[in-house]
């Protein structure tokens, strides 16, 4: 190892003048132990804060229609045995709805009736793609939408039925289904 050249430790008499000269009268400084901190206060999340309450401004002066919001699960089923690309055209709304029928203000024993007698006749003249207008179930209870879970039920268990999906927004939305029919036979 390389050793290096020693300093001298002592300053003149003339460089200790002058450097008192230049800045004045020196004293020693005599190392203390730190104040201890204050504890800070818990931090505040205002802008969290802010963002909340311009959400409910928002939400108060927003041009959409909070009831026009989708509101429910979409239906959705496909017979066992047929191509899943079927039921995703329909969701896409590549078939042409050749029949609809509206079940609004309907108890549940008469859009029973209604539905059975509606697809009996579609599947008689050989349409192919059908919409039940069923509604979102907006005004229901607290039971929930009830003609939509009885088409929902009503559906599943028809021979007939190939396949059915919840209408695109423009066709009305959850508020209605889109039901392919099997083929008429001969």
Same mark, same amino acid.
């Given at each position: 190892? %390389?050793?290096? =050249?020693?300093?001298?430790?002592?300053?003149? #008499? *003339?460089? @200790?003048? /002058?450097? &008192?000269?230049?800045?004045? +009268?020196?004293?020693?400084?005599?190392?203390?132990?730190?104040?201890?901190?204050?504890? %800070?206060?818990? =931090?505040?999340?205002?802008?969290?804060?802010? #963002? *909340?309450? @311009?959400? /409910?401004? &928002?939400?108060?002066?927003? +041009?959409i229609d909070p009831a026009e919001i989708e509101v429910g699960e979409e239906l959705s089923y496909l017979r066992d045995g047929y191509r899943p690309d079927l039921l995703k055209r329909l969701k896409r709304g590549s078939f042409s709805v050749q029949d609809e029928i509206d079940l609004h203000q309907m108890t549940a024993e008469v859009a029973r009736s209604a539905i059975s007698g509606f697809?009996?006749?579609?599947?008689?003249?050989?349409?192919?793609?059908?919409?039940?207008?069923?509604?979102?179930?907006?005004?229901?209870?607290?039971?929930?939408?009830?003609?939509?879970?009885?088409?929902?039920?009503?559906?599943?268990?028809?021979d007939d039925v190939v396949a059915f999906a919840s209408a695109r927004a423009e066709q009305g939305g959850t508020g209605a289904a889109l039901v392919l029919l099997k083929a008429r036979k001969g």
């Open positions: 190892m %390389r050793k290096r =050249p020693r300093l001298s430790p002592l300053v003149s #008499d *003339e460089d @200790r003048a /002058l450097f &008192e000269e230049a800045i004045g +009268p020196v004293r020693r400084h005599v190392a203390t132990e730190p104040e201890q901190a204050k504890p %800070r206060p818990a =931090p505040e999340p205002r802008q969290f804060e802010l #963002d *909340e309450a @311009r959400v /409910l401004e &928002e939400l108060m002066t927003m +041009p697809l009996a006749e579609a599947h008689q003249r050989g349409l192919h793609c059908v919409k039940l207008i069923h509604g979102k179930g907006l005004r229901s209870r607290a039971a929930g939408p009830v003609i939509k879970r009885l088409v929902d039920r009503m559906l599943r268990q028809r």
